[in-house]
C-alpha cells in the first residue's frame, strides 16, 4: 500500500480480555514505531524497531504489554488483561531508516469497557 | 533516555497574532523534525532542520535549529483558524539514542 496502515481502526473490549493491534509499515521502510495517545495528550512512546529487533522497549507500560514484527514488515502490538487505562489511540509509523522521515498511520482507537 | 520538551504544553490565541513554540533538550540531535496532528489523523511531517543555526521557512512558519543543534523553535505569522493542531518536534541521531525522539506536543487553537 502506499502508506502505513493500521487495523482494526476501531476497537470496543471487555475489561480483562486481550487485544492484538496491527500495523503494515510502508515498504521497505526499516524503522518501525508504536506510540499510545490519550485523549487531548501528546505522543507516549511504546516501542522501536529496526528490522525484526526492538533495541528500544523502554515505553511498554507493563508486562501486559508486548510487540513482535516479523519479515521485517508486518508488526503486532498486543495488550493482554485490558485495563480501562488502556484505552487510547494506539498510533504506528514507519520510516526508511532510525532518522528519516516518520510516517504514521491513522491509528487504532482502542476503547475497553 | 533522550528527552524533548516542548512548551508551551498549550496555547490558545487570537487569529492574527503571532506565537512560538519551543523544542529544547539537553541532548544534540543530528537533525530535528517538526510534524502537525490534526484530530482523528496521524502526525504529518512539516519541516527537517539538520545545520546548526538553520532557518526554513514554510509560508508564514518559521523553523529554526539552534546553533547547538539541541533546541528548535517554530514562530507562526498571522496565525489562522487553519494551523490549529498539535505540534510535535521529533530529534534524530541523539547521542546514545536509536530512532527518534518525540517531544509531547504543543497543542494550538486559534479562535476566529
Known amino acids: 500500500g502506499a502508506g502505513v496502515s493500521q487495523s482494526p481502526s476501531n476497537k470496543v473490549t471487555e475489561k480483562g480480555k486481550d487485544v492484538e493491534l496491527r500495523c503494515d509499515p510502508i515498504?521497505?521502510?526499516?524503522?518501525l514505531y508504536w506510540y499510545r495517545q490519550s485523549l487531548g495528550q501528546g505522543l507516549e512512546f511504546l516501542i522501536y524497531?529496526?528490522?525484526?529487533?526492538?533495541?528500544?522497549k523502554s515505553g511498554l507500560p507493563s508486562d501486559r504489554f508486548s510487540a513482535e514484527r516479523t519479515g521485517g514488515s508486518v508488526s503486532t502490538l498486543t495488550i493482554q488483561r485490558t485495563q480501562q487505562e488502556d484505552s487510547a489511540v494506539y498510533l504506528c509509523?514507519?520510516?526508511?531508516?532510525?532518522?528519516?522521515?516518520?510516517?504514521f498511520g491513522q491509528g487504532t482507537r482502542l476503547t475497553v469497557v | 533516555t533522550q528527552l524533548l520538551e516542548q512548551s508551551p504544553q498549550f496555547l490558545s490565541i487570537q487569529e492574527g497574532e503571532n506565537l512560538t513554540v519551543y523544542c529544547n533538550s539537553s541532548?544534540?540531535?543530528?537533525?530535528l523534525q517538526w510534524y502537525r496532528q490534526e484530530p482523528g489523523e496521524g502526525p504529518v511531517l512539516l519541516v527537517t532542520?539538520?545545520?546548526?543555526?538553520e532557518v526554513k521557512k514554510l509560508k508564514r512558519l518559521t523553523f529554526q535549529f539552534g546553533d547547538a543543534r539541541k533546541d528548535s523553535s517554530l514562530h507562526i505569522t498571522a496565525a489562522q483558524p487553519g494551523d490549529t493542531g498539535l505540534y510535535l518536534c521529533?530529534?534524530?541521531?541523539?547521542?546514545?539514542?536509536?530512532?527518534?525522539?518525540f517531544g509531547k506536543g504543543t497543542h494550538l487553537i486559534i479562535q476566529p
Open positions: 509509523a514507519s520510516s526508511l531508516d532510525r532518522a528519516h522521515e516518520a510516517f
Open positions: 521529533a530529534g534524530a541521531g541523539g547521542r546514545g539514542a536509536d530512532g527518534l525522539t
Open positions: 532542520v539538520v545545520t546548526g543555526g
Open positions: 515498504s521497505g521502510h526499516t524503522a
Open positions: 524497531f529496526q528490522g525484526n529487533s526492538a533495541p528500544d
Open positions: 541532548s544534540v540531535f543530528s537533525s
